[in-house]
Nanobody
Framework: QVQVVQSGGGSVQAGGSLRLSCTVSGYSSGTVCMGWFRQAPGKERERVAHIFTPTGTTYYADSVKGRFNISRGKSKDTLYLQLNSLKSEETAMYYC???????????????WGQGTQVTVSS
């Protein structure tokens, strides 16, 4: 029923920027949270940022605060992640997620995008 399709990603030098996007079909206004996760090889998946949709409140992992920005498009079916001042350690597969449980700065996605690779060269 719900499909999440991502776009963006690619390669960038350290200090550069990228913008990721995903489009969610089958989305309802009742969706509470949407967000972004990433997973580097051999490491656990971590939450990067998410939005509590009823209020638009945004939450970020400490490591990306002040550098990344999560936002929604006007149509509300598109989610963006602006990645600024990228570091080589942030090379990972990035995933968009929709719905699923959330509480404060904690979020676990239910529906997932296919993932997009972000490679940051040092």
């Amino acid at each position: 029923q719900v499909q999440v399709v991502q776009s963006g990603g690619g390669s960038v030098q350290a200090g550069g920027s990228l913008r990721l996007s995903c489009t969610v079909s089958g989305y309802s206004s009742g969706t509470v949270c949407m967000g972004w996760f990433r997973q580097a090889p051999g490491k656990e998946r971590e939450r990067v940022a998410h939005i509590f949709t009823p209020t638009g409140t945004t939450y970020y992992a400490d490591s990306v605060k002040g550098r990344f920005n999560i936002s929604r498009g006007k149509s509300k079916d598109t989610l963006y992640l602006q990645l600024n001042s990228l570091k080589s350690e942030e090379t990972a597969m990035y995933y968009c997620a929709s719905e699923g449980p959330c509480a404060g700065d904690w979020y676990q996605g239910k529906y997932w995008g296919q993932g997009t690779q972000v490679t940051v060269s040092s």
